[in-house]
């Protein structure tokens, strides 16, 4: 089965400071890759997605992501982050032969003012 | 557009009991999944539709049910609850099997 290791998992920044979080998958397939943010009391919402074609994804809110397939990687970027970024972040990967989509254990991200 | 919605958004019932969680979309979308989130695990499938009357299980199925006679329904039954199925319960619905995945807003349930 396919896992999915975000090793960071809380991340406590001062606003304006950068971001990187790490996400890594297993599966040696072809694969689409997610990531989803969780604000505190609400649901899951899409920031950006990887399917083909340019390996540096840009998604909402200035967030971005780079597909390194050597790395079996996709970690999630965004050069000043703002308090508003306080929430749960979810890399998520679903291999092109199957119908599932496997998450990540999450990572919190506090941003302090 | 009301989207994907999950009802009730907090239970809390007690071992051995059935409990019945709704969820309902109104995409007409072609998917629609069952997950839980529990800390230090993330969000797990439980079962998953492809289409109506079509349902296949995820990683964490057993302790389960699910049926889908609707397109736009799928509702997830747990047929004697248990302590460990205490969780916030998430369903999504997709176009296709390969595409974005929407979330409802989650259910919050309690077995005492």
């Known amino acids: 089965a396919q896992s999915v290791s975000q090793h960071n998992h809380h991340v406590i920044l001062s606003e304006a400071a950068s971001l990187e979080l790490g996400c890594n998958y297993s599966?040696?397939?072809?694969?689409?890759l997610f990531w989803y943010v969780q604000y505190p009391g609400q649901h899951l919402q899409l920031l950006l997605k990887?399917?083909?074609?340019?390996?540096l994804v840009k998604g909402i809110k200035g967030f971005e992501a780079e597909f390194i397939k050597s790395k079996f990687s996709f970690n999630l970027r965004k050069p000043s982050v703002q308090w508003s970024d306080t929430a749960e972040y979810f890399c998520?990967?679903?291999?092109?032969?199957?119908?599932?989509?496997?998450f990540g254990t999450g990572t919190s991200l506090t941003v302090i003012p | 557009d009301a989207g994907i919605t999950q009802s009730p958004r907090y239970k809390i019932t007690e071992t051995g009991r059935q409990v019945t969680l709704m969820c309902h979309q109104t995409?007409?979308?072609?998917?629609m999944f069952w997950y839980r989130q529990d800390l230090g695990h993330g969000l797990r499938l439980i079962y998953y539709?492809?289409?109506?009357?079509?349902?296949d299980k995820g990683e964490v199925p057993d302790g389960y049910v699910v049926s889908r006679s609707k397109t736009e329904n799928f509702p997830l039954t747990l047929e004697s609850a248990t302590r460990s199925q205490t969780s916030v319960y998430f369903c999504?619905?997709?176009?296709?099997?390969?595409?974005?995945?929407?979330f409802g807003p989650g259910t919050r349930l309690l077995v005492l």
């Open positions: 999504a619905s997709s176009e296709n099997d390969l595409g974005t995945q929407y």
């Open positions: 599966y040696g397939g072809t694969v689409n």
């Open positions: 990887y399917f083909s074609g340019d390996p």
């Open positions: 998520a990967v679903n291999e092109d032969t199957g119908n599932q989509f496997y």
């Open positions: 995409w007409s979308h072609s998917y």
């Open positions: 539709s492809a289409a109506a009357d079509i349902t």
